[in-house]
């Protein structure tokens, strides 16, 4: 098999994960290649991070490597520079870590944080990537999904992470109806025990969440949503900035 065609037979099965997670007969199917090239397609794909495979089931999805690429592929450069100060000034303000997340599937991935002195510090997300119905930048993108979309998520199952994790489809859109009027979520150990979070959608002009800002911490010391309206505000406002200058970015690159 030449270089060319191996290259071309990778972005087939790539396109053929676009749609969601699949096995490797399902995939041979799509691609109409053999099982066994497209197995081992899949296990160079996956030792390069552009796919992964779920433990639950064996099937293959996108990978974050991918994630962080099509992120710093954006017309006239990447988020994370142009998110960077916002995430700096967050961070300094509310004394906690503040993060970016971009969709990867029906996954965040975290391509960037800035810490605080702090001596009790959450943990670095970044390269990490979870389910979106578990913290508060998945909730803000599920909030801004098409209705097919969303309910194509709430038909499989929601992982349970903690005993605050919603699961049960219905509640889950409940809070994603308050999350869409808010503007913002705030979600208390429901991916984590002893750590608290509040995202914010950044969307592109067509309403669309493309990326989500959080603020997260220990839930000992971490400001509740009746305690400190400011910390909402500063981060929806941080938000709406960084996608105004997503798009005065992406309207300088087409000219």
Do not use: C
């Not at 017309?75 to 303000?93: F, K, M, W, Y």
């Not at 709430?154 to 889950?172: H, V």
């Not at 981060?235 to 997503?246: D, K, Q, S």
Request: hydrophobic share 45%; aromatic share 4%; net charge negative.
């Amino acid at each position: 098999m030449s270089r060319v065609q191996s290259v071309e037979r990778a972005f087939a099965v790539l396109g053929a994960l676009a749609d969601g997670p699949l096995g490797v007969t399902d995939v041979a199917e799509r691609v109409r290649l053999p099982k066994s090239t497209v197995a081992r397609l899949l296990r160079a794909l996956q030792e390069e991070g552009a796919v992964e495979q779920a433990t639950e089931d064996s099937r293959y999805r996108i990978g974050g490597r991918l994630a962080t690429l099509a992120a710093s592929a954006r017309p006239g450069g990447s988020i994370v520079p142009i998110a960077r100060p916002d995430l700096e000034e967050l961070a300094l303000e509310a004394g906690e870590a503040a993060g970016l997340a971009v969709p990867d599937g029906f996954r965040v991935h975290y391509i960037d944080q800035v810490d605080t002195p702090n001596a009790v510090q959450a943990r670095d997300w970044t390269g990490t990537r979870v389910p979106m119905h578990a913290v508060p930048s998945g909730q803000v993108i599920l909030a801004h999904l098409p209705a097919t979309e969303l309910d194509r998520f709430l038909a499989g199952p929601l992982e349970r992470f903690t005993p605050r994790t919603l699961t049960e489809p219905d509640e889950l859109r409940r809070r994603l109806d308050e999350v869409r009027a808010e503007g913002i979520a705030w979600v208390h150990e429901e991916f984590d025990l002893g750590i608290d979070s509040v995202a914010a959608p950044i969307l592109d002009a067509g309403g669309s969440a493309v990326a989500a800002i959080h603020v997260h911490g220990p839930s000992y010391r971490f400001p509740r949503h009746d305690r400190d309206p400011r910390l909402a505000e500063r981060i929806v406002a941080a938000a709406a900035a960084i996608a105004g200058r997503l798009e005065r970015t992406s309207r300088g690159a087409h000219r």
